[in-house]
């Protein structure tokens, strides 16, 4: 089975991107701090994208959950 990848270029350095490096960053929005992690260029470290990071989304939440359920 062929799996096509999906590769741009870097706006900065032009070099053709095929995997990012994630670093992690504190977000601040209305709702306060939020985990997030930065998506950038593996050649020049330029970030490409920013969103919340998942895995703690995912966490937050199980202990949300997890705490309702206690009370």
């Not at 590769?7 to 977000?27: D, M, N, T, Y």
């Not at 490409?48 to 937050?60: C, E, F, I, W």
């Given at each position: 089975?062929?799996?096509?990848?999906?590769?741009?270029?870097?706006?900065?350095?032009?070099?053709?991107?095929?995997?990012?490096?994630?670093?992690?960053?504190?977000?601040?929005?209305?709702?306060?701090?939020?985990?997030?992690?930065?998506?950038?260029?593996?050649?020049?470290?330029?970030?490409?994208?920013?969103?919340?990071?998942?895995?703690?989304?995912?966490?937050?939440?199980?202990?949300?959950?997890r705490?309702?359920?206690?009370?």
């Open positions: 089975m062929e799996v096509a990848v999906m590769a741009g270029k870097c706006p900065k350095c032009e070099q053709i991107v095929s995997r990012l490096s994630i670093k992690p960053l504190l977000g601040q929005g209305p709702s306060g701090q939020h985990k997030s992690i930065t998506l950038n260029c593996p050649a020049c470290d330029t970030i490409l994208g920013a969103q919340v990071d998942p895995s703690a989304a995912k966490s937050d939440l199980v202990a949300e959950i705490k309702l359920r206690e009370a």
